[in-house]
């Protein structure tokens, strides 16, 4: 398989998935679910304390 769906969390509930081909960088995962609108909603200018990404599952976005 080629691919997997990151679903990507904040606030501990998903907010998103998306499509991402396997072997891409946890670095380029984050900027990718940064810019998706969904995303850009929750995160509304607030502080990013950290990102916790489990390999081609999740990402969750703490918010400061």
Same mark, same amino acid.
């Given at each position: 398989?080629? #691919?997997?769906?990151? /679903? ?12 991402? /081909?396997?072997?891409? #960088? ?6 990718? /679910?940064?810019?998706? #609108? ?10 990013? /304390? ?15």
């Amino acid at each position: 398989n080629e #691919s997997f769906t990151l /679903a990507v969390q904040i606030y501990g509930n998903t907010r998103d998935t998306f499509e991402c /081909a396997v072997g891409t #960088s946890e670095k380029e995962l984050t900027r990718t /679910a940064l810019e998706r #609108s969904n995303v850009k909603k929750w995160i509304d200018d607030q502080n990013i /304390a950290k990102t916790i990404y489990i390999k081609e599952r999740l990402l969750n976005i703490v918010i400061a």
